[in-house]
């Protein structure tokens, strides 16, 4: 789907409260977008993604890992289901309203499908960097890839690309380590 610039009528967190419960929806610039369900490859990928930061976080107590669907509430007209991400104990303020998350988050990963990728590396790569998340991950389950991105003067710069055989770290989370090829 092609998100326009500017929609004609740009809905708000409260219409978008409205949207059935069975139907999976982000609000982009005040735009209504349907996430259709992802692919198995997709799901695979996540549950072992998820459980590996899950432990990770948990052990040391850093903070919380959340799976979509899970809204992240960034402003009144942009609302997103990131398919991963991680709050620090330093922001868990933004988790206070035990709905949603309302605010960024201090990592976010969104694992490319065919229906989402443009999406992800261009319009939501420009969002989270408007809202100041610091850590950006874009999975690429077909090319087997992890890409991190760091936020610098706003604007989101590659630290590091990962492949086969490759041991990914993260720079909000010193100490992780993820074997792709295990994850994969």
């Known amino acids: 789907m092609v998100i ?4 004609a009528i740009k809905l708000t967190y409260e219409d978008y409260c409205h949207t059935p419960d069975d ?15 992802p692919r198995l490859s997709h799901q695979r990928f996540d549950t072992r993604l998820g459980a590996l930061l899950h432990m990770f976080v948990q052990e040391r107590g850093l903070g919380e890992v959340f799976h979509a669907p899970c809204d992240v ?13 991680f709050v620090s104990n330093a922001r868990a303020h933004i988790l206070f309203s ?5 605010g960024a988050p201090d990592l976010v990963v969104e694992i490319l499908s065919p229906s ?3 999406r992800d590396q261009t319009f939501k790569r420009a969002l989270y960097a408007r809202y100041g998340i610091p850590e950006y991950w874009l ?6 890839t992890i890409t991190i991105l760091l936020l610098d ?4 710069d590659v630290a590091a690309r990962y492949g086969p055989g490759q041991t990914l770290t993260s720079p909000t989370l010193p100490g992780f380590t993820a074997n792709l090829d295990q994850l994969f």
């Open 23 to 37: 139907e999976r929806y982000e609000l982009l610039d005040g735009a209504l977008v349907m996430v259709p369900a």
């Open 116 to 118: 989402t990728a443009e």
């Open 73 to 85: 509430v960034l402003s009144d007209t942009d609302v997103v289901q990131p398919d991963l991400l």
């Open 98 to 102: 035990g709905d949603n998350v309302q």
């Open 139 to 144: 999975v690429d389950p077909d090319a087997r």
């Open 4 to 7: 326009s610039a500017t929609p």
């Open 153 to 156: 003067a706003g604007v989101f």
